[in-house]
């Protein structure tokens, strides 16, 4: 997830033509848009990049402009600030978008998102965990501790966010999020309270917390892609990280190993901006999108994470089903974020995280 604010708009052109039998063809230019000539209708889409992204294209994106002959337009790097924009401004960049929960609850207290049309969207087999008045979740997933085993070198691995914050037990090069959410509950955590206890946070007792290991981290990352280059050169041997991005390079071969004890599970959500003119067909993408197949075809072959439809599992074998932080096993190591807590307190603890990284 994962996920990423500011990251770099991911532009291509991807089509289809009538007379090639609905063949994709690609080039590297303009945004990156599947189509079907026999429509023109167009549906625009913005998520967090990277190989998550790029599962959505290949589960959803693809095959929806396939069977319904539409265009779709991807941007990376959602934002709650630029939708409240578009909305007050009533010139809308995206038709679609996968938020967090945390401005998810923003949005909703802003009046910043439309509400779930469930005329058109069937919720009927998903998860109750993700169902808000104005968003479907479509994954579950987890930010955690992840490693780099070779970079150990034989060593004993830190094993949980107290390990973390014992540098001089566990040594090496260090990263985490440059963000308040999640920093917060580990700093916690690390300090002794436990899961079931963390909210409301106790934000000042976090923060001293963090004044403790902030000499030790090496860099402090801002998306995806860069806290998987971090670990995998080794430039940090720990660091929070999303388990789907872990998996993903994983399966490539890069020794990395996530840590389920303490970590985070969120959802990520399809929401549509309030007043949006597009919402008609936004609705019915979303409807596609978490579907139990679809869904069931993006975790089983792309990345590692939960499925919010819960006959998507049929579509999954127990052996990855394993890999994913709504397993049984993994589930049970974690704590889930509270959305209602963060909604109202992002801003202004955002601003103290800002100032806390300057002091």
């Known amino acids: 997830m994962g996920k990423k604010k500011g990251m770099t708009r991911r532009?291509?052109?991807?089509?289809?033509?009538?007379?090639t039998g609905g063949a994709l063809v690609a080039a590297s230019i303009g945004p990156f848009v599947h189509t079907t000539m026999a429509k023109g209708k167009t549906l625009r889409v913005c998520s967090y990049g990277g190989s998550y992204q790029e599962s959505q294209r290949k589960a959803f994106f693809q095959p929806f402009a396939d069977k319904f002959g539409v265009k779709i337009v991807e941007a990376s790097g959602p934002d709650i600030a630029r939708i409240k924009a578009q909305v007050d401004?009533?010139?809308?960049?995206?038709?679609?978008?996968?938020?967090?929960?945390?401005?998810?609850?923003?949005?909703?207290?802003?009046?910043?998102?439309e509400p779930i049309d469930t005329s058109v969207v069937d919720l009927?087999?998903?998860?109750?965990?993700?169902?808000?008045?104005?968003?479907?979740g479509n994954i579950f997933w987890t930010t955690s501790l992840a490693y780099n085993k070779k970079a150990l070198a034989g060593k004993k691995a830190a094993g949980s966010w107290?390990?973390?914050w014992n540098v001089k037990e566990f040594p090496g090069p260090r990263a985490l999020q440059d963000q308040a959410p999640f920093n917060l509950e580990f700093a916690l955590i690390a300090d002794g309270v436990p899961m079931d206890?963390?909210?409301p946070l106790d934000v000042d007792r976090a923060?001293?917390?963090?004044?403790?290991?902030?000499?030790?981290?090496?860099?402090?990352?801002?998306?995806?892609?860069?806290?998987?280059?971090l670990l995998t050169s080794a430039e940090a041997v720990y660091s929070s990280a999303w388990n789907g991005r872990v998996n993903v390079a994983q399966r490539k071969g890069v020794p990395l190993e996530i840590v389920w004890e303490g970590g985070c599970l969120?959802?990520?959500?399809?929401?549509?901006?309030?007043?949006?003119?597009?919402?008609?067909?936004?609705?019915?993408?979303?409807?596609f999108a978490i579907s139990a197949k679809r869904q069931g075809e993006q975790m089983q072959k792309y990345i590692a994470y939960g499925p919010t439809n819960m006959d998507s599992f049929?579509?999954?074998?127990p052996d990855r089903a394993k890999d994913l932080p709504s397993y049984p096993e993994n589930l049970k190591k974690q704590f889930q974020m509270d959305a209602d807590y963060w909604g109202p307190k992002l801003a202004p603890l955002t601003e103290r995280w800002k100032t806390w990284m300057i002091s």
């Not at 399809?270 to 019915?284: E, S, T």
């Not at 049929?314 to 074998?317: L, P, R």
């Open 11 to 19: 532009e291509f052109l991807l089509s289809t033509g009538a007379a």
């Open 89 to 113: 401004n009533k010139q809308y960049e995206w038709d679609v978008v996968d938020l967090e929960t945390r401005h998810i609850a923003r949005g909703e207290l802003e009046n910043l998102l």
């Open 124 to 136: 009927s087999r998903i998860d109750k965990k993700a169902i808000r008045k104005c968003a479907v």
């Open 162 to 164: 107290a390990d973390f």
């Open 197 to 199: 206890k963390l909210y």
């Open 207 to 229: 923060f001293k917390k963090l004044d403790q290991i902030k000499d030790n981290i090496t860099v402090w990352w801002k998306n995806g892609a860069q806290q998987i280059q």
């Open 266 to 287: 969120d959802l990520d959500w399809w929401c549509i901006p309030k007043g949006d003119p597009n919402r008609d067909l936004a609705m019915k993408f979303i409807d």
């Open 314 to 317: 049929n579509y999954i074998t």
